[in-house]
Nanobody, 116 residues
Framework: QVQLVDSGGGLVQAGGSLRLSCTGS????????MAWYRQAPGKQRELVAG???????NYADSVKGRFTIFREDADNTLYLQMNSLSPADTAVYYC??????????WGQGTQVTVSS
C-alpha cells in the first residue's frame, strides 16, 4: 500500500506564489500518471494539471501560463508551482496518482487561500 501526502498550501495575497508538494510513502512505488486537482466550496473537483511518467503535461485553461507541474521521480515527489495567484484559485488542492495497474490514489488535500 502507498499513501500520498500533500503539503505546501497556505494563505497568500493575490499575485503571490505557492509551491505544493506531494510525496509518495514508498520510494519503490512509481506512478504512470500524477496530477493535481482542486475543489472549491460548492463546486466539483476539477483537474488543474497532470503529468505522465515522462514529461507530457496538460493544464486547465484557467491556470495555463501561471502554474507548472513537475515531478522528481528520484524523490517520488510531485510539485505544483503556482504563480500570479488570484482569489479564484482558492480551493483545497489534492494530489492524484495512478499506478501502472490503473489503481488511483489521492492525497489528503491541502488548503490554498488567496486573499484579494
Amino acid at each position: 500500500q502507498v499513501q500520498l501526502v500533500d503539503s505546501g498550501g497556505g494563505l497568500v495575497q493575490a499575485g503571490g506564489s505557492l509551491r505544493l508538494s506531494c510525496t509518495g510513502s514508498r520510494r519503490d512505488f512509481t506512478f504512470r500518471r500524477m496530477a493535481w486537482y482542486r475543489q472549491a466550496p460548492g463546486k466539483q473537483r476539477e483537474l488543474v494539471a497532470g503529468i505522465n511518467s515522462g514529461t507530457t503535461t496538460n493544464y486547465a485553461d484557467s491556470v495555463k501560463g501561471r502554474f507548472t507541474i513537475f515531478r522528481e521521480d528520484a524523490d517520488n515527489t510531485l510539485y505544483l508551482q503556482m504563480n500570479s495567484l488570484s482569489p479564484a484559485d482558492t480551493a483545497v488542492y489534492y494530489c492524484y496518482g495512478e499506478s501502472h495497474y490503473g489503481r488511483v490514489y489521492w492525497g489528503q488535500g491541502t488548503q490554498v487561500t488567496v486573499s484579494s
